[in-house]
C-alpha cells in the first residue's frame, strides 16, 4: 500500500471508533495515525464537497441506521487534488452515500462501516485481488466485524453457481453489510447477494428466486454495500446487476435499490493485474460513452456528458499504455469511465453494442473488454451512415493528433486504432477462439431470438441474420 503517500479525511473519525475496539485494533490504530500524519505533511488536501440528493432513499438498512441519520455526512464526493481537476462535474449517483477516488481503500472502508453503524461484514473478492486485501480482512476478523472468511467463488461474468453460493453463505451468517472488492463480476454479484439477503428466509438461493426479489413492491430496505473496484468495469456506478445462467445465457435484476452505497476507488488494487482486465475493462468506458451518443433516446445532455467522458477515458488509456500503474491516467480512465456510465444509464440501457456484446461475451466465454476491442468498431461502422453526425462528435473527441489539415477518420477507425494499441484485448474473433461457422450460429440465435429489440437499438436495423452476420465478420483493415 502507499497510504503513506496521499491524504486521507477519515482519519479522526476513524480513531475515535478504533480506540474503542480491542488491543489488537489500538495497534492498526497507530498504524493508520502515524501514516496520516505524515501523509498531511507532504500532500495538498484533498478536493472535497458535497452533492445533494437527487434521488430516492439509500439503500442502507433504514431501520437499523434511524438513530443516526441526523448526524451523517452528506452525500459526498472526494478525489485526491493530485490526481484529477474534473470532479466537481461529476454528481454523486442517485442512491448512493458517496465514491471516493484516490483514497486508500482499508481505512476509508473503515470509516464507512462505522457511519453505517454495521458490524458483520461479507466479504467477496475475485481470486487476483485476494492477495491485496488479506491484511485488511485479518483486521475485521480480528475486530469481530467479518461475518464469514472471504468469498473468491464469483468467476467472470458472474456464474451462477459462484453467485448462489455467496448467497446462500450470506444468508446463513445473516451478515448486515456486503464488501465488494474487484472487477465487474464481483461488484455486480455483491448487488444480487443484497437483494437475496432481504429475502431470504431459510430456503436456498436460485437464480429465479433472486430475480423474483427485484419485483417486490414495496421494495424492503437492502443491506448496504461498500465497492472497492480494482479495474473500471463502472458496475459500481449502477443499479443493474449481471451474471451468466449454467446454460451460458447473459441474465441478471434491476432495481433503484440495488445501487451500491459506497463506492471507493484505490489505484493500488489495480497493480499487477492482467493486462486483459486492466485495458480490456478501461476500453468498456470507450464503448458506454459511444453507446450513449448513438443511442435513440439519447439526449443533447447526455451526449454532452458521454463525450466528456469519452476525452477521459481516452487520454486515461493512452496514458496506461505508456505507464500502466500511472494513478493520474488510472483516474482519468475511472472519472471518464464514470461519466460514461452515467450517461449510458440515464435512459439509455442497453445500448446495441451491450446487448451484442452481453450475449457474446457469455456464449463464448470472452470477457467483455475483448468484446468490445472485436465488435466496437464494426458496430459504428455498420450504422455510421444513420448516426453519422453523431460518429463525427466521437471522432474529433477522440482526434488527439489532427492539426486540422487532413480529412477526420472515422469514428470506427479511430476505435480500432486505438484497440491496436491496448496490450491484452482481443483484436479479432481468431483471438478469442470464435470461428465463422460459430459466428453464422451466432449471428442466426441473434436475429432469430433478439431481432425486434436489436432493431429498438440500432441506428440502422438489422433486415436479416445475414445483415448480422456481415457486421460481425467485416474485415478491421477496411474500417
Known amino acids: 500500500m502507499q497510504s503513506n503517500q496521499r491524504t486521507h479525511h477519515h482519519t479522526s473519525s476513524s480513531t475515535r471508533w478504533l480506540l474503542q475496539r480491542t488491543n489488537t485494533a489500538v495497534t492498526v490504530l497507530v498504524m493508520v495515525l502515524l501514516s496520516s500524519l505524515s501523509t498531511l505533511l507532504l500532500l495538498p488536501p484533498l478536493l472535497f464537497f458535497s452533492a445533494t440528493s437527487d ?177 473500471f468495469a463502472m458496475a459500481e456506478l449502477t443499479h443493474v446487476a449481471g451474471l451468466v445462467t449454467k446454460d451460458n445465457v447473459k441474465s441478471g435484476a434491476a432495481h433503484p435499490s440495488m445501487m ?105 466465454n470472452v470477457h467483455q473488454g475483448s468484446c468490445s476491442g472485436i465488435l466496437s468498431a464494426r458496430i459504428l461502422e455498420y450504422h455510421r451512415q444513420k448516426s453519422l453526425l453523431y460518429q463525427i462528435t466521437i471522432a474529433r473527441a477522440l482526434d488527439t493528433g489532427n492539426d486540422g489539415d487532413q480529412p477526420l477518420p472515422h469514428a470506427a477507425t479511430f476505435v480500432s486504432d486505438l484497440v491496436a494499441t491496448l496490450p491484452g484485448v482481443a483484436k479479432d474473433h481468431a483471438d478469442a477462439n470464435v470461428d465463422e461457422e460459430m459466428l453464422r450460429e451466432f449471428a442466426e440465435y441473434m436475429y432469430n431470438q433478439h431481432g425486434e429489440k436489436l432493431n429498438r437499438l440500432s441506428p440502422k436495423p438489422f433486415c436479416s441474420a445475414e445483415d448480422f452476420l456481415e457486421m460481425l465478420t467485416r474485415p478491421i483493415a477496411t474500417l
Not at 93 to 121: I, K
Not at 197 to 203: F, I, P, Q, R, V
Not at 311 to 331: F, I, P, R, Y
Request: aromatic share 6%; hydrophobic share 40%.
Open 55 to 231: 434521488g430516492f432513499l439509500t439503500n442502507n438498512n433504514y431501520n437499523k441506521r434511524m438513530t443516526t441519520t441526523m448526524s451523517r455526512p452528506p452525500r459526498r464526493l472526494t478525489i485526491d487534488k493530485r490526481l484529477a481537476a474534473e470532479g466537481e462535474a461529476l454528481p454523486v449517483p442517485p442512491g448512493m452515500d458517496g465514491v471516493h477516488v484516490g483514497v486508500p481503500f482499508d481505512s476509508t472502508a473503515l470509516y464507512e462501516m462505522e457511519q453505517l453503524n454495521v458490524s458483520n461484514v461479507y466479504v467477496m473478492a475475485n481470486k487476483s485481488s485476494k492477495p491485496m486485501v488479506e491484511h485488511f480482512v485479518k483486521t475485521l476478523k480480528e475486530m469481530g466485524f467479518l461475518a464469514a472468511p472471504i468469498n473468491c467463488d464469483v468467476s467472470m461474468g458472474g456464474a451462477e453457481d459462484g453467485l448462489l453460493t455467496a448467497c446462500n453463505e450470506a444468508a446463513e451468517v445473516k451478515a448486515d453489510c456486503v464488501l465488494t472488492i474487484g472487477g465487474g463480476a464481483v461488484q455486480d454479484a455483491g448487488k444480487l447477494v443484497r437483494l437475496w439477503l432481504s429475502a431470504a428466509d431459510g430456503e436456498k438461493a436460485t437464480v429465479k428466486g433472486i430475480q423474483a426479489a427485484q419485483n417486490r413492491d414495496p421494495m424492503p430496505p437492502l443491506p448496504p454495500q461498500i465497492c472497492c473496484p480494482n479495474s
Open 260 to 364: 451500491p452505497t459506497v463506492v471507493i476507488f484505490d489505484t493500488d488494487l489495480s497493480r499487477g493485474l492482467p493486462d486483459w482486465v486492466k485495458f480490456g475493462t478501461a476500453l468498456r468506458g470507450v464503448e458506454h460513452a459511444i453507446g450513449a451518443i448513438c443511442h435513440p433516446k439519447a439526449t443533447s445532455d447526455i451526449r454532452t456528458r458521454a463525450l466528456q467522458g469519452l476525452v477521459l477515458v481516452n487520454k486515461g488509456l493512452k496514458g496506461m499504455v505508456e505507464n500502466q500503474d500511472s494513478e493520474a491516467a488510472q483516474v482519468n480512465c475511472y472519472l471518464g469511465g464514470w461519466m460514461a456510465i452515467r450517461a449510458l444509464n440515464t435512459g439509455c440501457y442497453p445500448s446495441i453494442a451491450h446487448l451484442i456484446q452481453n450475449h457474446y461475451s457469455a456464449r463464448f
